[in-house]
């Protein structure tokens, strides 16, 4: 890391552990106590800009989509994206604010079904997301209805899933599926189908069906491309974490991150010296959305531990549907 960057990341660490050592006067604070200090914020600062890079790339990509593709020829897309732009075709209001009010309810219900972490990072991606409409101009690609409709959705969707990959959403109606898919007895792709049927629906008498049919064309590649992003937002992540820490991970997991995890009597089948020996295994289930703030905690605890995730299509009973990261 830039050196001039460790040195404040260093006199961060030592404000912060003289605060905690007010009540120890005189006591001199060690490297030793700075050092975990310091790595943590190396974590966090990290993860967070490769979240943000993620984020302004899946915007710009989305913008694109928008701009280049649906906005031109008078298409639309599912979601909270074609609420606004249907709302665009019927009102005299500018597309970038709609997409920041239509998104609105979402966000306030993303704060309390997922996190304030989330829902404030989705805030930011979703207000860039609308300055980039209004602001920056982007060429007309093409007129043919087809490229339009797939190309156009193809990169609304990269941006839909990039900026999910970087804990995020730019459109609010993911985290509403995740709401009801677990107050009833649908999965989230059902909720999201059955939401994005009312909107072409309205499309096809506002518009036309026509447009309406491509409206669905549009959706179709952007979902799919948000799946080959970020392999669907409707999947939960199991995660088996295998390192030596691993009960500080677990203190991580069940007291920080309010999840919790199943710990397996395990044994290393080749150690330094080739012997085998005795440690706990932790596994436990995220959602998709969680999955970064899971990494950037494990990694501030060790960097070297041996992650398995594996895609989980439904589950029942727990914690993970009932209460957020904190």
Same mark, same amino acid.
């Given at each position: 890391?830039?050196?001039?960057?460790?040195?404040?990341?260093?006199?961060?660490?030592?404000?912060?552990?003289?605060?905690?050592?007010?009540?120890?006067?005189?006591?001199?604070?060690?490297?030793?106590?700075?050092?975990?200090?310091?790595?943590?914020?190396?974590?966090?600062?990290?993860?967070?800009?490769?979240?943000?890079?993620?984020?302004?790339?899946?915007?710009?990509?989305?913008?694109?989509?928008?701009?280049?593709?649906?906005?031109?020829?008078?298409?639309?897309?599912?979601?909270?994206?074609?609420?606004?732009?249907?709302?665009?075709?019927?009102?005299?209001?500018?597309?970038?604010?709609?997409?920041?009010?239509?998104?609105?309810?979402?966000?306030?219900?993303?704060?309390?079904?997922?996190?304030?972490?989330?829902?404030?990072?989705?805030?930011?991606?979703?207000?860039?997301?609308?300055?980039?409409?209004?602001?920056?101009?982007?060429?007309?690609?093409?007129?043919?209805?087809?490229?339009?409709?797939?190309?156009?959705?193809?990169?609304?969707?990269?941006?839909?899933?990039?900026?999910?990959?970087?804990?995020?959403?730019?459109?609010?109606? !993911?985290?509403?599926?995740?709401?009801?898919?677990?107050?009833?007895?649908?999965?989230?792709?059902?909720?999201?189908?059955?939401?994005?049927?009312?909107?072409?629906?309205?499309?096809?008498?506002?518009?036309?069906?026509?447009?309406?049919?491509?409206?669905?064309?549009?959706?179709?590649?952007?979902?799919?491309?948000?799946?080959?992003?970020?392999?669907?937002?409707?999947?939960?992540?199991?995660?088996?974490?295998?390192?030596?820490?691993? !009960?500080?991970?677990?203190?991580?997991?069940?007291?920080?991150?309010?999840?919790?995890?199943?710990?397996?009597?395990?044994?290393?089948?080749?150690?330094?010296?080739?012997?085998?020996?005795?440690?706990?295994?932790?596994?436990?289930?995220?959602?998709?959305?969680?999955?970064?703030?899971?990494?950037? !905690?494990?990694?501030?605890?060790?960097?070297?531990?041996?992650?398995?995730?594996?895609?989980?299509?439904?589950?029942?009973?727990?914690?993970?549907?009932?209460?957020?990261?904190?």
């Amino acid at each position: 890391m830039n050196p001039f960057l460790s040195k404040i990341l260093v006199d961060i660490a030592r404000k912060q552990l003289k605060k905690k050592q007010r009540n120890t006067q005189g006591k001199a604070i060690s490297t030793r106590q700075i050092v975990p200090l310091v790595r943590k914020f190396q974590v966090e600062l990290s993860h967070a800009i490769k979240e943000y890079i993620f984020i302004i790339i899946g915007v710009f990509s989305a913008g694109f989509g928008l701009k280049g593709f649906l906005l031109p020829n008078q298409f639309i897309d599912g979601g909270a994206t074609g609420i606004s732009l249907l709302l665009e075709h019927v009102t005299s209001m500018e597309l970038g604010l709609l997409l920041v009010l239509v998104n609105i309810p979402f966000l306030i219900l993303a704060s309390k079904t997922i996190g304030n972490k989330f829902a404030l990072k989705s805030i930011a991606a979703i207000t860039l997301l609308a300055f980039v409409v209004h602001f920056v101009e982007y060429p007309t690609i093409t007129e043919d209805k087809l490229l339009i409709a797939v190309f156009g959705g193809f990169f609304l969707g990269l941006g839909i899933g990039l900026s999910m990959r970087g804990g995020s959403v730019i459109d609010g109606t !993911e985290v509403l599926a995740i709401y009801l898919g677990r107050k009833l007895s649908l999965t989230i792709g059902d909720v999201l189908l059955l939401i994005n049927i009312i909107i072409f629906s309205i499309g096809a008498y506002v518009l036309s069906i026509e447009i309406a049919l491509y409206a669905i064309l549009t959706y179709l590649s952007a979902a799919k491309t948000v799946d080959f992003v970020v392999d669907g937002v409707e999947e939960y992540v199991g995660v088996t974490i295998i390192s030596n820490k691993h !009960e500080e991970l677990r203190i991580m997991l069940t007291e920080k991150l309010r999840r919790a995890c199943t710990i397996y009597a395990g044994k290393g089948g080749y150690g330094n010296h080739g012997d085998s020996y005795d440690k706990d295994i932790i596994y436990t289930i995220v959602t998709r959305l969680e999955l970064a703030r899971l990494q950037t !905690e494990i990694d501030k605890i060790d960097r070297n531990a041996f992650i398995v995730m594996g895609i989980v299509k439904d589950l029942k009973g727990g914690m993970i549907k009932r209460k957020p990261l904190k």
